[in-house]
Structure formats: structure tokens, C-alpha cells
């Protein structure tokens, strides 16, 4: 069965200074992986996706992931944070195309001024 | 934009009580899925329909079905509610690449 591992539980950083947000998942097959962005009071938001190809991803908002096959991981990067940051960031990944997602416990970013 | 409603953002109800929680798609999307979101353990899926009049259970169906008469809507029930299905309910629905979500609902079972 697959599962998500999202290291931090919660990651508190300085507005203008960069953020690394961890995400490790287990599966044998190959995956799907996701980035999802939740703001306080709202549904989730699609921030970035690997399906195939190139590695480093590029989302919205200047966040990026990289996806490393050998250690199972999907990290979420941005190279200098702001203060609407702040929000709760889930890892998902998924088997199938257009299949359920199997999501990690959620890091809450917290931008401090 | 694609636009996924859920029908209530708040609801509060007793122990016992059965509760109809209604997801609304507008994007002609086959699969939808309705999770439960709870602090510490992220979301975890209840059930999911990749069709109308179909459905699947998930991590979590024991005291939840689902309804799908239609294409555009997907409804959870709880048939008897209970004070630890207290929670968020989140509905998404997907073309096939990425799930959309709907705002979700916040239930509290007293």
C-alpha cells in the first residue's frame, strides 16, 4: 500500500528567507505525485504535479519540487517566503491516472514578520 | 474555472440524526471523492464514483455511503451520525490529471 510521509508537522520561517517543506512517500510502482495548498477556511488548491518528464517542477506562486525516484521524495522549495504564505501544505500521490490520492498529515508554514 | 459546491459550509447535528452532505461539479467530471479531513492525519478518502450509479469504498466507508444519480452530484450520507464523525468533509472531482476541491464542509455531531 502506498503511503506519505510529510517529515514537519509544522515550519516556521521568516518572511524573505527560503522554505523546504519534506515530503517522502513509499510505493514499488511507478507515481503520480502532487503539492496542494490550503489557506485558512478554504478548500485545497494545486500548487505543482509531476506526472512524467523532468524532475524539477515549477507551480504557482514561485513554489517548485523536485521529484528524486532513488530516495522516494518530493520536496517543495520557494527561494524567499511572504507573509500570505502561511498556510497548511499537503503531499499526495497516486498510483492511476485520475485515481484516488493518497495524501501525508500536512505541514503548516508559518511566516513570521 | 472549474467550480466544485458543496452545499453547506457549516452544519451542526445530533447523535442519531442521518445527514446528507451534497457535492456539486460543473466540469462534466467522471471520478468524484469525498474525504474527511481531521488535524495530524491529513485527508483520508471515504469513498470515490468513477461513474454515476457507481461507487467504491475508500480508507475509511464504516458508517458513510454515497449517492450518485447523477453525474454532476455526489452525495455522502451518514446514516446514523456519531460524535467522532465530527470533522471536515472535503468533495473533489477530477478530469483526470488533478482533483478539484470543493470548499468543504465543517460537521459537528453533539
Known amino acids: 500500500a502506498q503511503s506519505v510521509t510529510q517529515l514537519d508537522s509544522q515550519v516556521p520561517v521568516f518572511e524573505e528567507a527560503p522554505v523546504e517543506l519534506r515530503c517522502n512517500y513509499s510505493s514499488s510502482v511507478s507515481v503520480y505525485l502532487f503539492w496542494y495548498v490550503q489557506y485558512p477556511n478554504q478548500g485545497l488548491q494545486l500548487l505543482l504535479k509531476y506526472l512524467s518528464g523532468s524532475t524539477l517542477v515549477k507551480g504557482i506562486n514561485g513554489f517548485e519540487a523536485e521529484f528524486n525516484k532513488s530516495q522516494t521524495s518530493f520536496h517543495l522549495r520557494k527561494p524567499s517566503v511572504h507573509i500570505s504564505d502561511t498556510a497548511e501544505y499537503f503531499c499526495?500521490?497516486?498510483?492511476?491516472?485520475?485515481?484516488?490520492?493518497?495524501f501525508g498529515a500536512g505541514t503548516i508554514l508559518r511566516v513570521k514578520s | 474555472d472549474v467550480k466544485v459546491t458543496q452545499s453547506s459550509r457549516y452544519l451542526v447535528k445530533r447523535t442519531g440524526e442521518k445527514v446528507f452532505l451534497e457535492c456539486v461539479q460543473d466540469?462534466?467530471?467522471?471520478?468524484m471523492f469525498w474525504y474527511r479531513q481531521d488535524p495530524g492525519l491529513g485527508l483520508r478518502l471515504i469513498y470515490f464514483?468513477?461513474?454515476?450509479?457507481?461507487?467504491e469504498k475508500g480508507d475509511i466507508p464504516e458508517g458513510y455511503s454515497v449517492s450518485r444519480e447523477k453525474k454532476e452530484r455526489f452525495s455522502l450520507i451518514l446514516e446514523s451520525a456519531s460524535t467522532n464523525q465530527t470533522s471536515m468533509y472535503l468533495c473533489a472531482s477530477t478530469p483526470g490529471n488533478e482533483q478539484f476541491f470543493g470548499p468543504g464542509t465543517r460537521l459537528t455531531v453533539l
Open positions: 464514483s468513477y461513474d454515476v450509479k457507481m461507487k
Open positions: 466540469m462534466d467530471h467522471e471520478n
Open positions: 499526495a500521490v497516486s498510483m492511476e491516472y485520475g485515481n484516488k490520492l493518497v
